[in-house]
């Protein structure tokens, strides 16, 4: 279905509540990459949100969406977005509604990151406590990294009680001394795919991860700073501000960064 024949009734609990989750799979020159793992990420958002649905049953409608657009030789990712569905408004949900279903493919850049380094804001972390579910209710997020952008910055790193939880849109890698740092699962930040094959690519260079969360007070012996995510990819940090003053700056990519940054593209562009 074209995008101009879709619709959905405003009484929809996603559009009046934010009341749904959402999940984003990249598609490496039409080929899937982590579908399983994407899937599975998927099924816990609905399935602590309460909506029963089988996530591995829109596999199919991936490739099919993947197929229609066009794109099944191409760099792209698949959207799902699944609300509650239509019911009156009101804060508690009653039971047995239909959910309600999106998916589309669309174009996606992911060549190039590696040549690239992003500036970005330090703000304090002011999103909900469950950032583990993947939820369309996106606003603190939206304000955060629309903060950085009218700054001219790409993204902004947030930082709860003096520890950085995550980006507004990525995972937070910080480089000391060899040793690789980023902050552990749990509700404080949502478990990042390109996170965990991040990790394990780490882990393959015989680099050391440390699941902890990292100090804003330590960031003066910082070595290197790169983000992960979904389009993101592996993404280093150029320069980062807070307040008007800029305290952290790298201007070149680091040797860590581009040896992870490498490894990525080589599994990436395997598939």
Excluded at 10 to 27: A, C, H, K, S
Excluded at 153 to 177: A, C, M, P, Y
Excluded at 250 to 267: D, H, L, R, S
Aim: glycine content about 6%; some cysteine; aromatic content about 10%.
């Amino acid at each position: 279905m074209k995008h101009d024949q879709a619709s959905i009734s405003v009484f929809d609990r996603g559009f009046m509540l934010g009341d749904g989750i959402y999940e984003v799979t990249p598609f490496y020159e039409g080929k899937v990459f982590g579908l399983e793992e994407h899937l599975k990420r998927l099924q816990y958002s609905l399935d602590e949100i309460m909506i029963d649905l089988d996530a591995g049953s829109l596999k199919p409608m991936m490739f099919e969406a993947i197929s229609k657009a066009g794109l099944s030789d191409k760099d792209a990712a698949v959207y799902i977005q699944v609300s509650r569905g239509v019911a009156p408004r009101t804060h508690y949900f009653p039971e047995n509604i239909e959910p309600t279903l999106l998916i589309y493919a669309f174009p996606a850049s992911l060549k190039g990151f590696e040549n690239k380094q992003w500036s970005v804001l330090v703000s304090e972390d002011l999103r909900w406590h469950r950032c583990d579910i993947k939820s369309t209710s996106l606003l603190a997020n939206i304000k955060s990294n629309s903060e950085s952008h009218r700054l001219g910055l790409d993204e902004n790193l947030l930082v709860r009680d003096g520890f950085f939880t995550e980006g507004s849109h990525s995972t937070i890698f910080f480089i000391k001394d060899n040793i690789i740092y980023t902050h552990p699962e749990g509700p404080q930040i949502l478990s990042g795919i390109t996170r965990k094959f991040v990790i394990a690519i780490c882990a393959e260079l015989n680099f050391e991860v440390r699941e902890e969360a990292f100090p804003l007070s330590a960031l003066d012996k910082v070595d290197e700073i790169f983000l992960t995510g979904t389009t993101t990819q592996v993404m280093a940090v150029k320069e980062m501000f807070s307040d008007g003053n800029k305290i952290f700056n790298e201007p070149e990519i680091g040797p860590v960064t581009q040896k992870i940054q490498q490894a990525f593209i080589q599994k990436t562009r395997s598939l």
